[in-house]
């Protein structure tokens, strides 16, 4: 069993950054892919980013490359989200997931474990 908790959502202005973490409970963490999701009003979630168990392979939504690092700290059990020169268009609920293969995914039901979201709010 894996609980994932995430943290650092708030409201910023276009252009501003905001970090999420995602804290994991549990032994088995750094065997995980870890991925980050968001929803938006009325969408369907969609993948951001994710990071392999190692940490080594990572990948992203093409609109968000460039702007966005996802890392990991496998000795804190802890995924991160750096997010820099945000738009309006990056408002969400921004959900962080665990994947058991261990290898990148961008779909939702490979990954078995869920937060229950951090809102991210960019004003223009």
């Known amino acids: 069993q894996v609980q994932l908790v995430e943290s650092g959502g708030g409201l910023v202005q276009a252009g501003g950054s905001l970090r999420l973490s995602c804290a994991a409970s549990?032994?088995?963490?750094?065997?995980?892919?870890m991925g980050w999701f968001r929803q938006a009003p009325g969408k369907e979630r969609e993948f951001v980013a994710a990071?392999?168990?190692?940490?080594?392979?990572?990948d992203y939504l093409d609109s968000v490359k460039e702007r966005f690092t996802i890392s990991r700290d496998n000795a804190k059990n802890t995924v991160y989200l750096q997010m820099n020169s945000l738009k309006p268009e990056d408002t969400a609920v921004y959900y962080c997931?665990?994947?058991?293969?261990?290898?990148?995914?961008?779909?939702?039901?490979?990954?078995?474990?869920w937060g229950q979201g951090t809102q991210v709010t960019v004003s223009s």
């Open positions: 997931a665990a994947n058991a293969y261990g290898s990148i995914s961008y779909l939702p039901a490979e990954y078995g474990y």
């Open positions: 549990g032994r088995t963490f750094s065997s995980y892919a």
């Open positions: 990071v392999n168990w190692s940490g080594e392979g990572t």
